[in-house]
């Protein structure tokens, strides 16, 4: 059974960067794709009404997806080598704020960031809070 263990989240002020890290144990190989999804706190889901949204996708040939708010600003990258999926964040803004989970799907590149958003997914980790001040 596959394990995702989030780390690399924290508080920054708009315009800063952070690198979230998720490690897997186990055999992630038999997945198609992995990604981020994002669940706003309690304060940002009571100003916006957002719930969960997937940020980005990654498959196994290392093909990337991402949802429009967060393109040119984040960036998704294995190292496979190492078991690990990164989520590269710059620029951030308040409206990125919330906790980043790390999960694992057998979904094609082209729904995976539906499925993320969904919660259709086969394994998942606990998360790391990200937040971000004006």
């Known amino acids: 059974q596959v394990h995702l263990v989030e780390s690399g989240g924290g508080s920054v002020q708009a315009g800063g960067s952070l690198t979230l890290a998720c490690v897997a144990s186990?055999?992630?190989?038999?997945?198609?794709?992995m990604g981020w999804f994002r669940q706003a706190t309690g304060k940002e889901r009571e100003a916006t009404g957002k719930?969960?949204?997937?940020?980005?996708?990654?498959?196994?040939?290392?093909?990337?997806d991402y949802r429009d708010s967060v393109k040119g600003r984040f960036t998704i990258s294995q190292d496979r080598a190492k078991n690990t999926l990164y989520l590269h964040m710059n620029n951030l803004k308040p409206e990125d704020s919330g906790m980043y989970t790390c999960?694992?799907?057998?979904?094609?590149?082209?729904?995976?960031?539906?499925?993320?958003?969904?919660?259709?997914?086969?394994?998942w980790g606990q998360g790391t809070l990200v937040t971000v001040s004006p």
């Open positions: 999960a694992a799907d057998d979904s094609n590149l082209a729904t995976m960031l539906d499925y993320l958003t969904a919660g259709y997914l086969e394994v």
């Open positions: 719930e969960r949204e997937g940020v980005a996708a990654i498959d196994s040939d290392g093909a990337t």
């Open positions: 186990g055999d992630t190989h038999t997945y198609s794709s």
